[in-house]
């Protein structure tokens, strides 16, 4: 068993046994298995987990059962509502994930689906075109200022607007309009 697997097992150990703790390390080292595997298990004894990251990239690189919420939004802060207590209080166990940036180890496809995952979910929250714009156009200035390939970028939203044509079809725009707009 490696260095990195032990230190897991013990991180395991420690957190099903109800101790607080901070995960981090390099990318790679299985930061968000670990947390993946903590949330199952703790739902499994029937604990309330809520799993909150710093980013929507963080949020959409976790599987959907897992629920990951940015802070704002679990905190009842996206809409500019103050914290809901009560529903911060509910839980049992909060875990905590933030995104590696592209310049460490993580392998580059995954990351830019990631940036695929966003434009989705940016699609289904605006109905305006000018909102998709302003929310995609500042991911990609953050993902092209962290390391990200102009080119990928594009060949991403390229795939996304293929594939997930029918999200933003009532913008009415064409896909050479968007990839300027979001990427020029």
């Known amino acids: 068993m490696s ?6 097992v013990y991180a395991f150990n420690l957190a099903t046994a109800g101790h607080n703790f901070l995960i981090s390390g390099q990318a790679g080292t299985g930061k968000t298995t670990l947390l993946v595997k903590l949330h199952d298990k703790l739902r499994e004894i029937g604990k309330q987990v809520a799993v909150v990251c710093t ?5 959409a690189s976790l ?3 897992c629920d990951a919420r940015t802070v704002h939004c679990w905190a009842g802060m996206d809409d500019g509502s103050k914290c809901e207590q009560q529903y ?12 590696p940036i592209l310049s460490s180890n993580i392998p580059s496809s995954p990351a830019y689906g990631v940036f695929i995952s966003q434009l989705i979910r940016y699609a289904r929250a605006s109905t305006k075109y000018t909102d998709f714009v302003l929310r995609a156009r500042r991911l990609s200035d953050k993902l092209l200022s962290q390391g990200y390939v102009c080119d990928r970028l594009t060949s991403s939203l390229r795939k996304f607007y293929g594939r997930y044509g029918e999200l933003v079809i009532h913008y009415d725009v064409p896909l050479s309009r968007m990839v300027g707009d979001i990427l020029s």
């Open 3 to 8: 260095n990195d697997e032990k230190q897991q």
């Open 55 to 59: 980013t929507g990239i963080a949020c």
């Open 63 to 65: 599987p959907s059962r």
């Open 88 to 99: 911060v209080n509910s839980y049992h166990y909060l875990l905590f994930l933030q995104f």
